[in-house]
């Protein structure tokens, strides 16, 4: 029985069910026209909302074709447009209105395209107005024609809304339902988009106009009345339909004020939550989130501060630090060195003693061979006047037994005999300099240079060979013979490549004006000697050592130039060779220590241990007499720092700390004192004695300081030699032809006087005539244009021979205007085609010197660049003052309006101008001696990206809270990250390849002529391919993107308007972030072949 009403009960559901879905499925689109009933209504107006959603699958895949520029799912957008699903009360409300027949005056796909062709311009006659049609021409004109009315198509007619044929729709014209817009020139109504407003129109009858619409009714027709909404287009041309600011709208045909704590855009659904720390009064339309602009101003500004005010302290409290570790390894090898000192000198006295004691012994044992064996034993113990019992060493195989020796114990020795004993066995030990004698862990042995790794340790082991090499030359100042012996079988004698720079007949000619800048010099110089170069002003003095290094250019040489005797380029041996130029370039916001030891981490051999390197910084520091201003900076034009003499002394230790083998000086001691010249020549000649090959330009030095030069060259005018040979020769040479030095005047002032023609010589040779005496000297030939000087030797008047000299190199020299300008216009090319060669060069490394990689000076690089940031972060600071006013003026001025999408496109004149304009001189010295480019200038670009990230959060955090755009604050931020990075690489080539001046002009012409390249309208074919190169277009292409992306609903035809005028694409934001980062890389790629190319060695 139970089973059977179970069963009952099924049969009954299961036909009450079927009987509900029948009833569903009877239910059609005209059911409620044909049976008004109030109970299918729901029911219809869900069926006609679903035929409106289904609709977009008739034109899906046109549309993606032609608006798939500003849609990316078109799919997506179209529901987001059109997704009532909350609130259908509008559809039910055209249902009444049209008494059931909403589908014979709905929109047909063919007609949903024609007004959308016409409203983006495929048949452009006009916004509001459509193109004729079936409905709507010239000879028909029904009511629904009118904007806000529409028609219904004939009750026979089954009419298909996927139909891609209008139809014909003239009859029962009625005005537009709420929530409809019926555009003029169609029958046909549309639903009005998410975000819209659509109410039914009132007349104004003092204007005739159709509020809150723009369109007045026809003439003529008096039973015409106001209808709907009468257009969907762009905001310009459709302001009316779209949902006011500061306002809401559910749906198309409620409206709500918002609420306090609120904010509604203009075309929004629904209010959105304002943030903490906003304003939002009622009916606000954009959110006040100046508070957290100005916090983040604040917080950003409280960073800059405590980097503009700490930031160099951080640099001076670790170099405070460093200082004291350095004096106390220096007090403590002082220390030790006193110690070791007293420690002989007590050795000394001792084994004088011993030496007296043993004379005594011998003679009492041969006077006294009775005396019994105990006795002698007694004398050893007992103390002589002239040593020290407490302190005295025994002689070796003795030893001393106490009063208890009967019991055969020893004592055990002290401390204090351990270390004299070890002291004895190997007096050159470290051992035993600790002055704290009771350590029981001293090491047998000192530490070797790659066993030490602490600042301490490292300092203690340069310092303690700093002060043995001053015991070492205190040593030799008085050398017996057994101290020379000494000195000649010691191993840790130092000792670098000999070069030795031999040149025959060496002449260097400038190209196209067959000028003569040497001419005919021969001679050597030599490794291990100190060499001077000294002549009159145009002598050709400064041309002769770049000749020897390599460094000349627009010149022919002719003759040879042999190292060690072999034919061999002079760049193949550039890892070991100096070069101090005349100007003293050096780093000025770098200390002393650090140009120094930034020169000798990149040029030193790779595989020299830290302490040695550090030892040969400590070494040169101390010679050149710079231990006093070893922390402070250098210096520059505008911040004052070290003076003149050390700058100059800095200038030439930046070449001392690389241990060259070859050290080529122009004029170092320009500019200095007597003192201070001196100081550097006594520098110079310790690194001679370890086979340094010295030459060096000089202008008049004194004659203490000519007496420290081993050998000179003398040039006269136009490159011609007067005398090489010994220094202390000279006199004896010049006196040899009659020119004899006056009393009290020093000897190379005289000569030099002489070649300049001040002073007339005393014998009957001319100035002329000099480098011809040295050619017959020597032996040389003289050059044929020279031989009328060789035979007026004997006959020929100072006059006559000066007379005839200019007038054959007049006429040698005689040429037309046009004929100059064509030679300089010829050299001018030769020049520059002559450096790019030099800069180019490649030859073979015969240095046997291996310096530290690209990676590891790369290193070195980062290190340096960033504590010259550091010292420069006053400039910073005040670039991103001027980015916080920047973004403020901007973010205030420029509002963004939701009809231009807020264009971001920001002036793209953040520069990097002084990461290379500033040291190019530096960088030129750097690179001819072998330091690496590409190491260099990503270390700069490396440090520069701290800029590329900060400076848009700077701009950003003014510009954005004050100007309040759509998109989101991250998506400009990715933005201006990528177009600073492509800006700062246009910076790089500008900075590298003009002057500072030109380089901050084109800096700033080339921005504003892309941006009006990329702002033109895209009709210009012509103008198109070329805004294709500006980066600012793809700049502004990805800023109108971030926001457009933001924009739906109403807002969709505006988007798709805005993106179709510019002609940009919704898909290509990713395509133009990686265009400005791939122009910013090939600018580096520019900017790096421009440094290399263009460089000055």
Not at 223 to 229: E, L, M, P, Q
């Amino acid at each position: 029985m139970k089973i059977f009403r179970a069963n009952v009960i099924i049969v009954f559901g299961l036909t009450l069910v079927l009987s509900l879905v029948l009833q569903i499925r009877c239910v059609s689109e005209d059911e409620y026209s044909r049976t008004g009933n109030p109970a299918v209504l729901p029911e219809v107006t869900k069926l006609i909302y679903s035929h409106l959603t289904n609709l977009t699958q008739a034109f899906i895949s046109e549309f993606n074709n032609e608006l798939g520029f500003c849609v990316k799912d078109f799919q997506e957008d179209w529901q987001n447009t059109f997704k009532f699903e909350k609130d259908l009360s509008y559809v039910s409300n055209c249902v009444k209105n049209t008494e059931g027949d909403i589908t014979q005056r709905i929109c047909t796909a063919a007609e949903i395209r024609f007004y959308f062709e016409s409203v983006f311009g495929k048949t452009q006659t006009g916004t509001n107005y459509l193109k004729p049609n079936k409905n709507c021409n010239l000879t028909y004109w029904f009511s629904g024609c009118e904007p806000g009315w529409n028609c219904a198509t004939s009750t026979e007619e089954k009419v298909d809304l996927r139909l891609k044929v209008m139809p014909t729709r003239t009859q029962d014209c009625k005005p537009c339902c709420e929530g409809f817009f019926c555009p003029q020139g169609l029958t046909c109504m549309f639903p009005c988009p998410l975000g819209s407003y659509c109410p039914l129109a009132k007349l104004n009858k003092t204007t005739g106009i159709c509020e809150p619409y723009h369109y007045q009714l026809p003439p003529g027709k008096k039973s015409h009345t106001c209808g709907g909404a009468d257009v969907w287009a762009d905001l310009e041309n459709s302001i009316e339909v779209f949902c006011p600011g500061g306002s809401y709208c559910p749906s198309s045909i409620q409206k709500a004020s918002c609420h306090q704590g609120h904010y509604c855009r203009m075309g929004s659904t629904a209010e959105e939550s304002c943030f903490k720390m906003t304003t939002c009064e009622a009916g606000t339309a954009i959110q006040n989130i100046h508070g957290y602009g100005i916090s983040l101003v604040v917080a950003l500004s409280s960073v800059l501060l405590i980097i503009y005010n700490c930031s160099d302290q951080v640099l001076t409290t670790r170099e405070r630090r460093q200082a004291k570790s350095r004096e106390r390894a220096a007090r403590s090898a002082q220390e030790t060195a006193q110690a070791r000192e007293r420690w002989k000198s007590a050795k000394d006295v001792a084994k004088k003693g011993a030496i007296g004691l043993q004379t005594q012994l011998s003679r009492t044992f041969s006077r006294k061979k009775s005396v019994k064996h105990s006795e002698p034993l007694k004398v050893l113990g007992q103390a002589t006047p002239d040593t020290n019992d407490a302190s005295q060493p025994l002689p070796p195989g003795t030893s001393q037994q106490s009063s208890g020796a009967s019991q055969g114990k020893k004592k055990e020795p002290s401390n204090l005999t351990k270390m004299l004993r070890k002291l004895e066995e190997n007096p050159e030990s470290n051992d035993g300099f600790n002055l704290e004698i009771g350590d029981k862990n001293l090491k047998k042995t000192a530490p070797k240079a790659k066993q030490l790794h602490t600042k301490s340790q490292i300092y203690k082991y340069a310092y303690g060979q700093l002060e043995k090499e001053k015991a070492m030359q205190e040593k030799n100042k008085n050398l017996t013979f057994s101290g020379i012996i000494n000195m000649a079988t010691n191993d840790e004698t130092r000792t670098r490549p000999p070069l030795e720079i031999s040149f025959k007949d060496l002449t260097l000619t400038l190209k196209g004006k067959n000028k003569h800048l040497l001419r005919c010099v021969s001679g050597k110089i030599s490794p291990g000697r100190v060499s001077a170069v000294m002549g009159p002003s145009g002598a050709g003095k400064t041309t002769f050592l770049s000749a020897l290094a390599g460094k000349t250019s627009g010149c022919t040489r002719t003759g040879l130039i042999l190292i060690n005797g072999k034919n061999e380029s002079i760049h193949s041996y550039k890892k070991i060779i100096g070069f101090v130029p005349q100007d003293d370039i050096v780093h000025g916001n770098l200390t002393v220590e650090e140009n120094l030891r930034f020169s000798a981490r990149c040029r030193l051999a790779a595989e020299m241990p830290k302490p040695d390197k550090v030892l040969v910084v400590e070494r040169v520091i101390e010679c050149l007499g710079l231990q006093n201003v070893r922390d402070s900076l250098v210096g520059t034009v505008e911040k004052r720092g070290i003076s003149g003499g050390q700058r100059k002394r800095v200038n030439v230790g930046l070449e001392m700390v690389m241990e060259p083998s070859l050290l080529i000086l122009d004029e170092p001691t320009t500019g200095l004192d007597s003192a201070s010249s001196q100081l550097l020549l006594r520098a110079l000649r310790r690194e001679a004695l370890e086979g340094v090959n010295i030459s060096m330009v000089l202008h008049q030095p004194s004659y203490a300081l000519f007496k420290m030069f081993d050998d000179l060259i003398l040039l006269a005018k136009g490159g011609l030699t007067v005398y090489h040979g010994s220094a202390k020769k000279v006199e004896e040479y010049f006196n040899g032809i009659g020119i004899t030095v006056p009393e009290r005047v020093n000897p190379p002032d005289h000569y030099i006087d002489i070649l300049e023609g001040m002073v007339k010589p005393s014998s009957g040779v001319t100035r002329e005539q000099l480098p011809i005496r040295w050619m017959l000297h020597n032996g040389y030939a003289i050059p044929p244009d020279m031989l009328h000087l060789a035979d007026g030797l004997s006959s020929s008047s100072p006059s006559t021979n000066a007379s005839s000299a200019e007038v054959y190199a007049d006429g040698a020299l005689e040429q037309s205007f046009a004929g100059d300008l064509w030679q300089d216009m010829k050299y001018n090319v030769e020049m520059h085609r002559d450096n790019l060669a030099l800069n180019f060069l490649k030859s073979q490394d015969l240095s046997n010197r291996t310096t530290p990689g690209i990676l590891r000076q790369y290193r070195y690089f980062l290190g340096r660049v960033s504590k010259q940031r550091l010292r420069e972060a006053k400039v910073q600071v005040a670039d991103y003052l001027i980015l916080l006013l920047a973004g403020a003026c901007l973010g205030t001025l420029a509002k963004v309006s939701d009809g231009t999408f807020g264009s971001l496109a920001l002036l793209s004149k953040i520069g990097a101008l002084r990461s290379f304009s500033q040291d190019k001189l530096p960088y030129w010295r750097e690179s001819a001696s072998g330091i690496s480019s590409l190491a260099y200038f990503m270390s700069k670009d490396t440090i520069d990206h701290f800029n590329t990230i900060v400076k848009p959060l700077v701009y950003l955090s003014m510009f954005y809270f004050f100007n309040v755009p759509r998109s989101s604050f991250i998506s400009n931020y990715i933005i201006l990250v990528c177009l600073v990075y492509c800006v700062t690489g246009m910076a790089y080539a500008f900075a590298i390849f003009f002057e500072p001046s030109p380089a901050q002009l084109w800096s700033v012409l080339v921005p504003v002529v892309m941006t009006l390249i990329a702002s033109q309208e895209q009709d210009s074919g012509f103008v198109n391919q070329i805004a294709k190169f500006c980066y600012t277009k793809w700049a502004l292409e990805a800023f109108v993107i971030a926001n457009a992306e933001k924009y739906s609903g109403v807002w969709l035809i505006t988007r798709c308007g805005s993106l179709m005028q510019s002609g940009y694409n919704l898909h290509h934001s990713f395509r133009c972030l990686i265009i400005l980062i791939g122009t910013g890389v090939l600018c580096r790629i520019i900017a790096f072949s421009f440094m290399v190319t263009f460089q000055k060695k």
